[in-house]
């Protein structure tokens, strides 16, 4: 199958600070990138979707201005965490797809914890 | 919410033994997908049905789908150690925008050797 990098794979930031989080499709042009949250032993919840050169369309309930995606080109999407505090600790994850109504290809994700 | 409830939320068997999870929706869908996770780790694509699909196989994996009850089930057959992870559905909505994928609450399957 196709490949997403997600990066770091771990961070560990102090509470106020910003962290990134890059997403790349290796080896196809994804169209489309989603971003995922997930809590201990919980499922994922989509928090945002983003399409290459448009705006993100933010899931209800998440921050627009602490979550800020950028999908500046057809390989990377990119979720920063602005002024992150300790309920930001999370595990992070993208997925992209390269076409309508096909599987979706995850990166390994990224636990950010906020000390 | 869109999300969907997967039952049962933990299911623990032996080697060898068949393990089916449940999968149920709210909205129509234009198909729906299932996911396995390895603790910690990113989601790797198992199976996909198309909502005029009913049922799918793929190896030791089948996949139903009933669309009129909204629900699907994925069955292991003669389970490994290896199979030990949790397992998502994951549908995307006829009236998505995107190809959004809303995921279920996940089986978390223990195989024991």
């Known amino acids: 199958g196709a490949v997403v990098s997600q990066h770091p794979s771990w961070v560990i930031c102090k509470s106020g600070t910003s962290v990134k989080i890059e997403c790349r499709s290796l080896d196809f042009q994804a169209t489309t990138m989603f971003w995922y949250r997930q809590f201990p032993k919980q499922s994922l919840m989509l928090m945002a979707t983003s399409n290459e050169g448009s705006k993100a369309t933010y899931e209800q309930g998440v921050e627009k201005d602490k979550f800020l995606i950028n999908h500046a080109s057809l390989t990377l999407s990119t979720l920063t965490v602005t002024s992150a505090h300790p309920e930001d600790s999370s595990f992070y994850i993208c997925?992209?797809?390269?076409?309508?109504?096909?599987?979706?290809?995850f990166g390994q994700g990224t636990r950010l914890t906020v000390v | 919410s869109q999300q969907g409830e997967e039952d049962p939320q933990a299911l623990s068997i032996q080697e060898g033994e068949n393990a089916t999870m449940n999968c149920s929706y709210k909205t129509s869908i234009n198909n729906l997908q299932w996911y396995r996770q390895n603790s910690g780790r990113g989601l790797v694509h198992l199976i996909l049905i198309r909502s005029n699909e009913r049922e799918k196989h793929s190896g030791r994996l089948r996949v139903t789908l009933d669309t009129s009850k909204k629900s699907s089930s994925l069955l292991i057959t003669a389970s490994r150690a290896a199979d030990t992870a949790s397992y998502f559905c994951a549908t995307v909505p006829v009236a998505g925008h995107f190809n959004k994928f809303y995921f279920g609450s996940g089986t978390k399957l223990n195989v024991k050797p």
């Open positions: 997925s992209a797809i390269w076409t309508m109504n096909t599987e979706a290809f």
